[in-house]
C-alpha cells in the first residue's frame, strides 16, 4: 500500500463510494456536485476516470445490475479499496494542513494591478458574497445538525473556513485604506 499514489479527489471518491455503497458512479458525482467545496468537479470527465483507474488499481469493484438496460453497475469498496481509503483518513502530514486554493486569495495577490476604486469594489465583493456564503452554510450547519455527525462537522469547518476568510477580507480592506491614505 505504500507504494499506492491517489489523489485527494480519488480518495474522496473512495469515501463517497464507501459511505453509499452499493452505488452507481452517477450518485457519486451527485455527492460532489452537492459539496460545499467547489473545487470539487461533478463532471463525467473528472468523476468516471477517477474511478476507472480506482477500478483498475483493484480498490473498487463494480458488478453490474443484472437486466439494467442502461447498463447501470454497483460499486462498493475491496478490502484493498477500504484499508486505501483508511490510510488516507489517518494522513496527517504537512500537505495536508497547508493553505488550500482560494480564489479570491489569487486574486488579491495581484491587486496592485487595478486602481484603489477598483480594489475597495473587488474586497466589498469578497465580503458581500463570503457573507452570503456563511449564511447558506450555516443553514446547512442547523440542517447537518440533525444528520451524521461527520456531516455536521464537515459543513462547521466550511464556515469557521469561510469566517476565517471574511476576518482576512477586513484585515485587508483595512491594509488597502491605509496603503490609499499614504
Keep these: 500500500m505504500k507504494n499506492l499514489v491517489l489523489t485527494e479527489l480519488e480518495s474522496c471518491v473512495l469515501g463517497v463510494i464507501w459511505r453509499q455503497q452499493p452505488c452507481s458512479a452517477y450518485a457519486v458525482r451527485r455527492v460532489f456536485a452537492a459539496s460545499d467545496t467547489t473545487t470539487w468537479s461533478a463532471s463525467a470527465g473528472t468523476i468516471y476516470p477517477a474511478i476507472a483507474r480506482l477500478e483498475r488499481l483493484g480498490l473498487v469493484r463494480a458488478r453490474a445490475i443484472p437486466g439494467n438496460a442502461r447498463g447501470r453497475r454497483d460499486l462498493s469498496l475491496t478490502a ?3 484499508a486505501a481509503m483508511r490510510a488516507w483518513i489517518a494522513c496527517c502530514d504537512a500537505d495536508v494542513a497547508s493553505p488550500v486554493a482560494d480564489p479570491i486569495r489569487t486574486r488579491l495577490f495581484f491587486i496592485d494591478a487595478l486602481e484603489h476604486g477598483q480594489q475597495m469594489k473587488v474586497i466589498g465583493c469578497a465580503e458581500r458574497l463570503t457573507r452570503d ?3 447558506i ?3 446547512r450547519v442547523k440542517e447537518q445538525k440533525q444528520k451524521t455527525t461527520a456531516d455536521h462537522l464537515a459543513s462547521l469547518g466550511a464556515v469557521y473556513e469561510l469566517e476565517a476568510r471574511l476576518n482576512w477580507l477586513g484585515a485587508v480592506r483595512k491594509a488597502l485604506i491605509n496603503h490609499g491614505k499614504a
Design 137 to 139: 452554510g450555516r443553514a
Design 80 to 82: 484493498k479499496g477500504a
Design 133 to 135: 456564503a456563511i449564511a
